[in-house]
């Protein structure tokens, strides 16, 4: 049996995926970027997200826009590498504990986790 060889050190020890998915109007299972409309949008929400790390005195972050995660209907939503942890948000609040909790702490914000077999609200 051969050791696998070891992966390399991490280049940033939080990487951030901020959905900012845009679907057309009236789409069923609407869009994160439709979702977030009330607090100003997506890309507004990765800024303040990105600033507020800064202000924190949070380095090795990296808090970059992405397409579609697929799970539309718990938008807007993030996910957190290297552990591979999903959250919901609805204001910078949430952003906030966030970032104070799970990424300069370490810890977890129960209340906005996404699980792996959470399913969609039935409308």
């Known amino acids: 049996m051969t050791d696998k060889p070891a992966d390399p050190e ?6 951030i995926f901020i959905c900012t998915n845009v679907r ?4 069923p299972r609407s869009s ?3 979702r977030a409309e009330s607090v100003g ?3 507004k929400m990765r800024g303040y997200m990105r600033e507020k790390a800064k202000q924190m005195g949070i380095e090795s972050i990296r ?5 579609c995660l697929d799970r539309c209907e718990f938008g807007p939503n993030m996910v957190i590498y290297p552990e591979g942890v999903w959250y919901h948000y609805e204001n ?8 104070e909790t799970h990424v300069k702490n370490g810890g977890r914000v ?3 986790i996404l ?5 969609p609200p039935k409308h």
């Open 10 to 15: 991490l280049f940033y020890k939080h990487h």
């Open 63 to 67: 808090c970059n826009a992405a397409g």
């Open 110 to 112: 129960e209340r906005l």
């Open 24 to 27: 057309p109007e009236g789409h």
């Open 115 to 119: 699980q792996p077999d959470q399913l």
């Open 92 to 99: 910078t609040a949430d952003i906030d504990e966030i970032l």
């Open 41 to 43: 949008g997506v890309e």
């Open 32 to 34: 994160c970027s439709a």
